[in-house]
């Protein structure tokens, strides 16, 4: 081509293009490099690892978001393959994450609360309708899923990975230790089988503790759980008298299916919290990792890699992910070198069949700033 002619926008040079491949497909940069020998063991110990504590805490955190226990298993399983794709940071375990399933519960109890879907029985009693109940929550939480993907991936191709220097580390402890209390909370009446309503917004938190401290029945109840729930396997209550039990964990994956956008005006502004919440998240720990072994993570692709998990997985009835801190610290400890162990807790996992907190402490954080910069 003659010096001094505009290149045509269809031809960039072959080094451009490789270069925009490697940056959105990192591991077709480390997978050809990949040291066997010196990495491989590691990697497949840390990843079943992981992929056994994927399990419980995706069938835990699923109840936190209000959700069908399933939905846990298939956060655990969609994101992780695709991280190992798009992911840059070599110890980050994403999936369920307490403190986006609370953000995610709250959504749940307040949109689509139980009340909405009380049916009599026997023409007095009230009970609930579950199955109507959880598939809202289901097609809620998609819709919710997939827009924090896409903010997250808007965010990144227009390179704002900076944000995250606005989200101090005191910030970002602070507001998952206090997430860590709702998490904590949330979860006694269970410890404790106390029957207690659903509650959510300001000052939640006092409700449901004053609910938990109030008169309570004897402490035979639990012996009596103990022993009913032996009679009821035993005996075979379900089948022979049709007594309601829990169930089983339905087995196999869901089709994919189209979010409702109905909801999109709704939870906009939810969405954007809990995109830069769950990026703040993984970006702190992949940088505390990336430190420590001596690698670079790049904060736009990490934003693009946690978008693109979310968006799809939104199709397939999973709830907003983030890094976890005790998997990643699991997976580093127990010699995860590389993205590999994501394929690794993939198959085992195959195989093994807060909102105004946010705003108030981002606006805390930004005032320090501007004080620290002008006194």
Not at 190 to 217: H, I, M, R, T, Y
Not at 287 to 298: R, T
Not at 306 to 326: H, P, T, V
Not at 331 to 347: A, D, R, Y
Request: aromatic content about 12%.
């Amino acid at each position: 081509m003659p010096r001094g002619r505009p290149r045509p926008l269809g031809c960039l040079p072959e080094s451009v293009g490789r270069s925009l491949l490697f940056r959105f497909l990192p591991f077709l940069r480390w997978l050809p490099r990949y040291p066997i020998k010196d990495w491989l063991l590691g990697d497949i110990v840390s990843g079943f690892s992981v992929g056994i504590m994927h399990l419980p805490q995706g069938l835990a955190y699923a109840l936190l978001a209000g959700l069908p226990p399933v939905t846990g298993l298939y956060s655990s399983f969609y994101p992780v393959f695709l991280y190992f794709f798009f992911g840059t940071s070599r110890h980050n375990s994403v999936g369920p994450f307490a403190v986006i399933s609370v953000m995610i519960g709250s959504l749940t109890e307040s949109l689509v609360p139980s009340e909405n879907f009380l049916q009599s029985v026997n023409g007095s009693n009230a009970t609930v309708n579950e199955e109507l109940r959880d598939a809202a929550r289901v097609e809620l939480v998609a819709t919710i899923t997939v827009l924090t993907g896409i903010f997250q991936v808007a965010l990144g191709l227009l390179q704002f990975g900076f944000v995250v220097t606005y989200l101090s580390d005191p910030l970002v402890r602070g507001y998952t230790t206090a997430a860590s209390v709702h998490v904590l909370v949330s979860q006694l009446k269970n410890v404790f089988g106390v029957s207690q309503g659903e509650n959510s917004g300001p000052l939640s938190l006092f409700v449901v503790s004053g609910g938990l401290l109030a008169p309570k029945d004897p402490w035979f109840i639990l012996p009596q759980i103990i022993v009913s729930t032996g009679i009821s396997y035993g005996v075979n209550l379900k089948d022979k008298f049709g007594i309601s039990v829990v169930g089983n964990i339905p087995s196999g994956l869901k089709p994919p299916v189209v979010p409702n956008m109905s909801y999109f005006g709704q939870v906009a502004g939810n969405a954007f919290a809990i995109a830069v919440v769950g990026y703040a998240i993984c970006i702190s720990l992949g940088k505390i990792f990336a430190l420590k072994h001596g690698y670079k993570v790049d904060s736009n692709q990490e934003l693009i890699a946690l978008g693109l998990s979310n968006f799809l997985g939104g199709f397939f009835q999973c709830f907003a992910i983030s890094c976890s801190m005790s998997r990643s610290l699991v997976q580093e400890s127990t010699g995860g070198n590389s993205q590999l162990v994501w394929v690794v807790t993939f198959i085992a996992t195959l195989m093994l069949n807060l909102d105004i907190g946010l705003a108030v402490s981002v606006a805390f954080g930004l005032l320090t700033v501007i004080f620290r910069s002008q006194l």
